[in-house]
């Protein structure tokens, strides 16, 4: 089944649906997400990407990030990814939306309108192995320092978002 996504302006108003691959090829502008799960620590769940993934692959990223399917909300997706990626699902926030622009070594342009999400889990997440080469819980104040010492680690949206989340959200997110 070839994967869509979502196209649209940059107001977030869907003009369209492309394929995946054909969208990241010709850096059209197109919905994604990103979440962000925190435990009772304040610690962040993050994910090394699976080798195999069409860009990023090994590289170090938030919780999940993914993209809506033509005909879904993006509570819906960000739930279905949730238990897709990380098998559990739990309470999600949406906290704001960027446009991101950046290409990558293997050709591929992520234009994206990333809407990131937030919420809390303390359990023991059971990692999809088809997407996640590992993850950890790491506190924003270890994780931002890794990311200032070894940026080629980790996913440029990451970096975006992380930097955009007040520690105020992350404290009512795990109220």
């Not at 089944?1 to 649906?17: S, T, Y």
């Not at 962040?44 to 069409?54: E, V």
């Not at 897709?84 to 050709?107: A, H, P, R, S, V």
Request: proline share 3%; net charge positive.
């Amino acid at each position: 089944m070839v994967q869509q996504v979502i196209l649209v302006d940059e107001h977030n108003r869907k003009i369209g649906v492309e394929e995946k691959i054909k969208a990241h090829k010709e850096g059209k502008l197109h919905r994604a997400f990103s979440i962000f799960i925190f435990n009772s620590n304040e610690e962040l769940l993050i994910q090394q990407r699976a080798k195999t993934k069409y860009h990023s692959g090994g590289l170090w990223s938030n919780t999940v990030c993914s993209h809506p399917k033509p005909n879904e909300t993006y509570l819906q997706a960000t739930h279905r990814r949730l238990k897709e990626e990380m098998g559990f699902d739990c309470k999600l926030k949406k906290l704001f939306c960027f446009i991101y622009n950046t290409g990558f070594q293997n050709g591929l342009i992520e234009n994206e309108y990333d809407c990131v999400f937030i919420g809390k889990f303390d359990g023991k997440p059971k990692p999809n192995h088809k997407e996640i080469m590992n993850y950890k819980w790491i506190s924003i104040k270890e994780l931002k320092k890794d990311i200032t010492s070894h940026p080629a680690k980790y996913s440029i949206w990451l970096k975006i978002a992380l930097n955009r989340i007040k520690p105020s959200q992350i404290k009512g997110a795990i109220k």
